[in-house]
């Protein structure tokens, strides 16, 4: 029976948290504090963010930035600026 529920808390969680596995485009909403939205209502702030040091020197409210995600899907490192041609 223990198996069982294990087996069970297993599939809800992997069905609940799907891996992210892609690239996302964010735009900086605010520097201080900082918060990057990706969607409409999905914000991440400064504790699951993690910026190159370049970037974070020049970083601007409204700029467009490229995300990857980190394996738990928690945390998201801020590549650089997105530049539109």
């Known amino acids: 029976m223990q198996k069982e529920l294990i087996e069970l808390a ?27 939205s990706t969607a409409p209502e ?5 504790d699951e963010l993690i910026l190159t040091e ?8 409204g700029d ?7 394996p738990s899907g928690q945390q998201f490192i801020v590549i650089d600026k997105a530049v539109r041609l």
Request: proline share 6%.
């Open 54 to 61: 370049t970037y974070s020197r020049k970083m601007k409210q």
């Open 64 to 70: 467009e930035v490229i995300l990857i995600p980190l």
């Open 10 to 36: 297993e599939m809800f969680k992997n069905r609940d948290n799907p891996k992210a596995n892609s690239d996302y485009l964010g735009k900086v909403i605010s520097i201080a504090p900082l918060k990057i």
């Open 42 to 46: 999905m914000f991440w702030e400064k």
